[in-house]
């Protein structure tokens, strides 16, 4: 089992920046990551990292979003900069283990007003 924990949503206007952090308990992962779903919407993949340093981001947020990790504290980062009203959604991390499941974090709220 893997918990995780998120920080870093919050209020911000558009053009700004915000960061959120994923803590996992245990650092048994191939892929680390984060989605988001807004309201009335899917659930849609925003960027992952493997464990061999290869992301995959989603269009929508390619040159303004970078994910980045700290292995020695089992945690993942996503820096959003020149954020939009578009990418307001609640935002999950995303692991899989390195056996195959997948462990999802309860979700941290960004908003971005215009």
């Known amino acids: 089992q893997v918990q995780l924990v998120e920080s870093g949503g919050g209020l911000v206007q558009a053009g700004g920046s915000l960061r959120l952090s994923c803590a996992a308990s245990r650092s048994i992962y191939s892929v680390m990551g984060w989605y988001r779903q807004a309201p009335g919407k899917q659930r849609e993949l925003v960027a992952t990292?493997?464990?061999?340093?290869?992301?995959n981001y989603a269009d929508s947020v390619k040159g303004r979003f970078t994910i980045s990790r700290d292995n020695a504290k089992a945690t993942v980062y996503l820096q959003m900069s020149n954020l939009k009203p578009e990418d307001t959604a609640v935002y999950y991390c995303?692991?899989?283990?390195?056996?195959?499941?997948?462990?999802w974090g309860q979700g941290t709220q960004v908003t971005v007003s215009s």
């Open positions: 995303y692991l899989r283990s390195t056996y195959g499941y997948d462990y």
């Open positions: 990292l493997t464990t061999g340093g290869i992301t």
